[in-house]
């Protein structure tokens, strides 16, 4: 059953702020091997994505935080061929996983996210830091 298509790619009401993450698997338990130990992935499965999600958040309370992997059956064949084949949505499996904020940065080595505003086309621009 397909509820509705969307694309990998971080979404807010809003997008004043937009950025990039990145990770490095943590070294005692990854994200993916916290899913297998909890029995969120089934066999065959493959983590495609993680999404973290927070808010709304008011007077400097954090809201909700809302974790999801988007998991892919192997048994429908190659990740690059569902990818490649066409430019139909690739089925994925979601699962809504259940830490707090802490534990899902925890579960990365190292963690970065850099967000910048979208209005001065920042992305993939270098910048250096002037000496004083």
Same mark, same amino acid.
């Given at each position: 059953m397909v509820d509705f298509t969307q694309d990998?790619?971080?979404?807010?009401?809003?997008?004043?702020? =937009?950025?990039?993450?990145?990770?490095?698997?943590?070294?005692?338990?990854?994200?993916?091997?916290?899913?297998?130990? =909890?029995?969120?992935?089934?066999?065959?499965?493959?983590?495609?994505?993680?999404?973290?999600?927070?808010?709304?958040?008011?007077?400097? =309370?954090?809201?909700?935080?809302?974790?999801?992997?988007?998991?892919?059956?192997?048994?429908?064949?190659?990740?690059?061929?569902?990818?490649?084949?066409?430019?139909?949505?690739?089925?994925?499996?979601?699962?809504?996983?259940?830490?707090?904020?802490?534990?899902?940065?925890?579960?990365? =080595?190292?963690?970065?996210?850099?967000?910048?505003?979208?209005?001065?086309?920042?992305?993939?621009?270098?910048?250096?830091?002037?000496?004083?």
């Amino acid at each position: 059953m397909v509820d509705f298509t969307q694309d990998f790619k971080a979404d807010t009401q809003y997008n004043d702020w =937009k950025g990039t993450a990145a990770a490095d698997d943590g070294h005692d338990e990854s994200i993916e091997t916290y899913l297998k130990n =909890k029995g969120l992935m089934k066999p065959g499965e493959i983590l495609l994505a993680i999404s973290l999600s927070v808010g709304e958040n008011f007077d400097r =309370k954090l809201g909700d935080v809302s974790v999801r992997a988007f998991l892919f059956d192997q048994n429908q064949g190659s990740v690059q061929e569902a990818i490649t084949a066409s430019n139909e949505p690739i089925p994925i499996r979601k699962v809504e996983v259940e830490v707090t904020l802490e534990e899902f940065v925890a579960s990365f =080595k190292r963690f970065e996210v850099i967000l910048t505003n979208p209005v001065h086309s920042l992305e993939n621009r270098q910048y250096f830091v002037r000496k004083r």
